[in-house]
């Protein structure tokens, strides 16, 4: 079943609640539905948007926008252990967490309360406290545009990265994800060595899915703001990835800066937030937009702000990190 508006307000399916429209917009549920849509030949201009959560419309969109909103969380196989679970594109991603704790299956607790819909999950390999999608991913399922079939890719070959995968480059607007399968599992593995993960863990008693799953969700709380109290799309940068001997010469003179390994050889990983407020942005202010002032790699809309408002704001953001320390921070947002 599908559900279409013409000159859809987008100001309801954008986390950063910037007022733009789109010409057409089309809620749909199935393979046989974007089959259908598509029938009629392939519009000039199309994408998805699923729940909206980073994304930037800086204009109106004159295209078509496909919204997936089929709901079903299903087991497909259970061996007393390993539990493999098929998950539908429109299934909002922290349900499918709290369905998991619920059971008792481990290995997507730590991202727990991220905004968006599963669907989106692979794309960007979301991540948070040490763990990434692309941990439990198994395959995903697509529909292909050009030859309207069905394709299901195994996570060797979905090219997963630090918040990148091939849905972002070789299959971008080729593709309609339709579902992910994922792989957890009984046996308990937690993960608690991100920042303050353990002691969160230990102050409610241990490590139990439960346990963890609330730590998580208070550590986003403090530092992160809900979107629907303050427009925003999480990290707008991606914390910057440079060579071994730029992060050592920075961290000589910055020693207390934060350091990561990065997944390629001779590389690390910096944290822009970091980087954002020792360049002294962190809760700046400029009109209607500004730094949020618990977590700098975060751009907030203070109310009515239009998304070049919001661009303005992380040029400014990009020219004080380079001025200050040299290393350039790329958005982690889809800017339209
Ligand atoms: N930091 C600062 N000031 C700030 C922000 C961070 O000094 O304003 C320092 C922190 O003290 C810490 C380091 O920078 O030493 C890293 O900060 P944090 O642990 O908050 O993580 P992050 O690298 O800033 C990433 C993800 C988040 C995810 C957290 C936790 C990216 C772009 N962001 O942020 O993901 O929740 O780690 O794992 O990788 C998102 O993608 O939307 C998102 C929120």
């Given at each position: 079943m599908t559900k279409e508006f013409q000159q859809a307000d987008l100001s309801g399916r954008n986390s950063f609640h910037v007022k733009q429209r789109a010409a057409r917009l089309v809620e749909f549920e199935t393979a046989d539905d974007l089959r259908a849509l598509f029938a009629a030949g392939i519009p000039d201009r199309w994408m998805v948007l699923a729940g909206g959560n980073n994304v930037l419309f800086t204009c109106d969109y004159d295209?078509?926008?496909?919204?997936?909103?089929?709901?079903?969380?299903?087991?497909?196989?259970?061996?007393?252990?390993?539990?493999?679970?098929?998950?539908?594109?429109?299934?909002?991603?922290?349900?499918?967490?709290?369905?998991?704790?619920?059971?008792?299956?481990?290995?997507?607790?730590?991202?727990?309360?991220?905004?968006?819909?599963?669907?989106?999950?692979?794309?960007?390999?979301?991540?948070?406290?040490?763990?990434?999608?692309?941990?439990?991913?198994?395959?995903?399922?697509?529909?292909?545009?050009?030859?309207?079939?069905?394709?299901t890719l195994d996570a060797a070959h979905c090219e997963f990265g630090y918040r990148e995968s091939v849905f972002k480059h070789a299959l971008k607007g080729r593709v309609v994800i339709t579902a992910v399968e994922i792989a957890l599992t009984r046996t308990p593995q937690p993960h608690l060595g991100y920042g303050d993960v353990e002691r969160e863990v230990a102050a409610r008693g241990g490590a139990t899915l439960r346990n963890i799953r609330e730590a998580i969700i208070a550590i986003r709380r403090t530092k992160l703001p809900d979107t629907a109290e303050l427009g925003n799309a999480g990290s707008f940068f991606k914390n910057p990835i440079v060579d071994q001997p730029v992060a050592e010469r920075l961290k000589t003179e910055w020693p207390d800066m934060p350091l990561y390994p990065a997944q390629e050889p001779g590389k690390a990983k910096l944290a822009a937030g970091w980087l954002i407020d020792k360049a002294g942005m962190k809760g700046y202010r400029e009109g209607r937009v500004g730094v949020h002032e618990r977590q700098a790699l975060v751009l907030v809309n203070l109310g009515g702000a239009t998304g070049g408002e919001v661009i303005a704001l992380a040029r400014k953001v990009q020219t004080a990190v380079r001025d200050r320390f040299g290393v350039e921070i790329d958005t982690e947002v889809n800017i339209l």
């Amino acid at each position: 079943m599908t559900k279409e508006f013409q000159q859809a307000d987008l100001s309801g399916r954008n986390s950063f609640h910037v007022k733009q429209r789109a010409a057409r917009l089309v809620e749909f549920e199935t393979a046989d539905d974007l089959r259908a849509l598509f029938a009629a030949g392939i519009p000039d201009r199309w994408m998805v948007l699923a729940g909206g959560n980073n994304v930037l419309f800086t204009c109106d969109y004159d295209g078509l926008l496909l919204t997936p909103v089929s709901q079903k969380i299903e087991v497909t196989e259970d061996d007393g252990e390993r539990v493999r679970v098929r998950v539908d594109a429109g299934v909002e991603w922290d349900d499918l967490v709290e369905w998991a704790v619920r059971r008792g299956l481990w290995g997507i607790e730590n991202l727990s309360l991220i905004p968006g819909k599963a669907g989106a999950a692979p794309v960007q390999n979301i991540g948070a406290y040490g763990r990434e999608a692309k941990d439990v991913i198994e395959r995903v399922e697509m529909y292909c545009v050009e030859s309207g079939s069905m394709l299901t890719l195994d996570a060797a070959h979905c090219e997963f990265g630090y918040r990148e995968s091939v849905f972002k480059h070789a299959l971008k607007g080729r593709v309609v994800i339709t579902a992910v399968e994922i792989a957890l599992t009984r046996t308990p593995q937690p993960h608690l060595g991100y920042g303050d993960v353990e002691r969160e863990v230990a102050a409610r008693g241990g490590a139990t899915l439960r346990n963890i799953r609330e730590a998580i969700i208070a550590i986003r709380r403090t530092k992160l703001p809900d979107t629907a109290e303050l427009g925003n799309a999480g990290s707008f940068f991606k914390n910057p990835i440079v060579d071994q001997p730029v992060a050592e010469r920075l961290k000589t003179e910055w020693p207390d800066m934060p350091l990561y390994p990065a997944q390629e050889p001779g590389k690390a990983k910096l944290a822009a937030g970091w980087l954002i407020d020792k360049a002294g942005m962190k809760g700046y202010r400029e009109g209607r937009v500004g730094v949020h002032e618990r977590q700098a790699l975060v751009l907030v809309n203070l109310g009515g702000a239009t998304g070049g408002e919001v661009i303005a704001l992380a040029r400014k953001v990009q020219t004080a990190v380079r001025d200050r320390f040299g290393v350039e921070i790329d958005t982690e947002v889809n800017i339209l």
